[in-house]
Each structure stands twice: as C-alpha cells, then as structure tokens.
C-alpha cells in the first residue's frame, strides 16, 4: 500500500518562503514521475510541478520561476520550495504520482495559506 504523508506548510506572508517535503513509501518511487497538486477554496486540484526520474522538472505557468521541485531517490522524498509566495498560492498541497487520477489514494496534504 502507497502512502504518502506531506509536510512542511504554513501561514506566511506575500512574498515569503516555504519548503514543502512528501515521503513516500513503495519500491517503484525512483521510477515514477512526482508531481506536487494543489487545491484551493472552491476550485479542483491541479498540477502544479512534476519531477521525472531522470529529473527533468515541469511547472505551471502559475508557478514558474518561483517553486522548483526536487527529489531524493534514496530517501523516497519529494520536495516543493516555493518562493516569492502570493496569496492566490493558498491552497492544500498534494504530491502524488504524476499520473494519478483523482480517485487513486491521496495523502492529508498539507495547507498553505499566504496572508499578511
């Protein structure tokens, strides 16, 4: 069984940092693409960044030039580090194969809320 467990958010104020972190379990992690979702108040989960196993990286408009995603095969971690934070990037944030479908199993997420 897949379990994914993230970490690492917070409140922060427009323009601020944080580093979101996602362990996962299962044998097949280095060789599957990652990716990080979020979901914001009233509107459906979207994919923000995907990691490949070679490490080719992916972003969202939204995002791009500010989060950079990494991962660490080794320790079957995945990470988001989100600079120059606005508030439209309040949202709980998801990491999850990057072919997962909605009904696949998702871990709790973690919130992220930009305010000042």
């Known amino acids: 069984q897949v379990q994914l467990v993230e970490s690492g958010g917070g409140l922060v104020q427009p323009g601020g940092s944080l580093r979101l972190s996602c362990a996962a379990s299962g044998s097949r992690f280095s060789i599957v693409a990652m990716g990080w979702y979020r979901r914001a108040p009233g509107k459906q989960r979207e994919l923000v960044a995907y990691i490949t196993s070679g490490g080719s990286r992916n972003y969202a408009d939204s995002v791009r030039g500010r989060f950079t995603i990494s991962r660490d095969n080794a320790k079957n971690m995945v990470y988001l580090q989100m600079n120059s934070l606005k508030p439209e990037d309040t949202a709980v944030y998801y990491c999850?194969?990057?072919?997962?479908?909605?009904?696949?199993?998702w871990g709790q997420g973690t919130q992220v809320t930009v305010s000042s």
């Open positions: 999850n194969r990057k072919s997962a479908a909605a009904d696949d199993y």
